[in-house]
């Protein structure tokens, strides 16, 4: 049961990441069709950098958190000029001068950085926005990550454009090792119905098709909401109570949560939403888990990390 609740509170990273994939599923990013495409063309903003267009010593932007960290993971980071806002991670990135926001780039003070190539989420950048970048004459490579396995994809894309292809694919090789150790295990595992909370309000959850729902699976998660038509979307708590999860996974932005490096913690049911809800499976055994969001709803490296620190509070008693 979908509903159709209020806008995300723009503050939030994870929401805004979230809702613009939902838009995109959904077909509502009307600002696509503002320019589109000429049929029979390839649309230039989706056509990536070719052996031709190859800089040996780029100054590169990014245009989202998970981009600044997955050019470090390529061995890259000191081509790294710029970021967008939220990228946090690694530390170094913290210093760099911010271009705005996915919604809300500044193009004067990008074309005063003269970047030689950008950087841009495939499927969360807008289509308009990555036409206009070609349109004032920035080379745009668009990185696509839909499944866990293309991190590591990604990760030797950019270190081939970049020049740190060998570093790429020892990192990219590292990533997919522990993927697929975590696939074997996640076999054997003891399979429960979980919530994904992505957040609260409005409550929001994410499908089969996004990645966050196959990170958790690696602990044995089913996601109840996997048969959603949209990557994420609104729901009723109502419907959630319906579908009786055994778990419910939160992705909580309060920083002071994860202090100290643990990346998630058991919350108490009556500290949450669900406290009203005292006969709903995840309530009665207490196995309402908060995970850091910024290890778990980026799709790089780190994101083993959260799935990590889940599957460890699953086995707690």
């Not at 495409?37 to 245009?63: I, K, S, Y």
């Not at 390529?74 to 967008?84: K, M, R, S």
């Not at 996915?102 to 950008?118: G, M, Q, S, T």
């Not at 995840?282 to 888990?289: D, F, Q, Y």
Request: with cysteine; charged share 20%; net charge neutral.
């Amino acid at each position: 049961m979908i509903h159709q609740g209020k806008r995300h509170d723009s503050g939030n990273p994870l929401f805004g990441l979230l809702f613009f994939v939902a838009l995109i599923g959904a077909g509502v990013a009307a600002l696509a069709l503002l320019e589109p495409a000429r049929p029979g063309q390839p649309d230039p903003a989706l056509t990536p950098v070719g052996h031709e267009d190859f800089v040996a010593h780029p100054r590169v932007v990014t245009l989202a958190p998970h981009l600044a960290e997955l050019v470090y993971a390529a061995g890259a980071g000191n081509h790294l000029q710029a970021v967008t806002r939220y990228s946090d991670f690694p530390p170094p990135v913290k210093a760099l001068p911010q271009v705005g926001d996915a919604f809300a780039l500044d193009y004067e003070k990008l074309l005063r950085l003269k970047p030689e190539l950008v950087l841009a989420w495939a499927d969360g950048t807008p289509l308009p926005v990555q036409r206009k970048l070609d349109q004032i004459g920035l080379t745009v490579e668009p990185i696509r990550i839909q499944r866990l396995a293309d991190i590591g994809a990604a990760i030797r894309r950019i270190g081939t454009v970049l020049g740190t292809a060998t570093e790429a694919r020892q990192q990219a090789g590292f990533f997919e090792q522990e993927l697929r150790q975590r696939q074997q295990v996640a076999g054997s595992l003891p399979k429960q119905r979980v919530f994904i909370q992505t957040s609260d309000k409005p409550l929001y959850t994410v499908s089969g098709q996004h990645w966050i729902s196959e990170a958790v699976g690696l602990c044995g998660l089913q996601n109840v909401f996997a048969d959603l038509p949209l990557a994420s979307a609104p729901v009723n708590p109502e419907a959630v109570v319906s579908r009786q999860p055994e778990v419910i996974v939160m992705l909580s932005a309060e920083s002071q949560a994860f202090q100290g490096g643990q990346n998630a913690s058991r919350v108490a049911p009556e500290k949450t939403l669900w406290g009203q809800w005292p006969q709903l499976p995840a309530v009665a055994s207490g196995r309402i888990i908060r995970v850091n969001p910024d290890v778990l709803s980026r799709p790089g490296p780190r994101v083993l990390t959260g799935v990590a620190a889940l599957c460890e509070q699953l086995q707690a008693r």
